[in-house]
């Protein structure tokens, strides 16, 4: 493990602090704050004071993009309307259909 350093600067409820990485600044009060870390993601911690327990999240700093090539995202409940050019149900049997398996035609997994 190799050395770290950072200096804390404490003002009321704020506080800032310097590090190799970068500054970071958060406030809040003893099992409650809120605050930007130095590599810029955001997060609050709760905790119980004296205790040393605590839970930490953290925020995405930006939102993922979706690439170029993946399918498009799936509406929550919608059902996508029927074929026109279809004249029957897709793999019926005997009738010869689509021979793409339905769980495909409706982009499931």
């Known amino acids: 493990m ?5 200096k804390v600067v404490r003002v ?3 506080r800032t602090w310097l590090s190799r990485s970068g500054v970071g ?9 809120i605050g930007v870390a130095a590599n810029g993601s ?4 709760i905790g119980i004071p004296g205790t040393g327990l605590y839970f930490i999240k953290h925020f ?4 993922p993009q979706i690439a170029p090539n993946s ?15 279809q004249t029957s149900a897709p793999n019926a049997p005997g009738t010869g259909g689509n021979s793409i398996p339905w769980w495909r035609q409706k982009n499931l997994p």
């Open 60 to 63: 995405l700093k930006h939102r």
């Open 25 to 33: 600044c958060s406030w809040g009060f003893p099992g409650f704050r």
């Open 42 to 45: 955001r997060y609050v911690t």
């Open 12 to 14: 009321g409820p704020f």
């Open 71 to 85: 399918s498009p995202p799936r509406s929550s409940g919608a059902v996508a309307p029927p074929n026109p050019t």
């Open 2 to 6: 190799g050395w770290r350093f950072r």
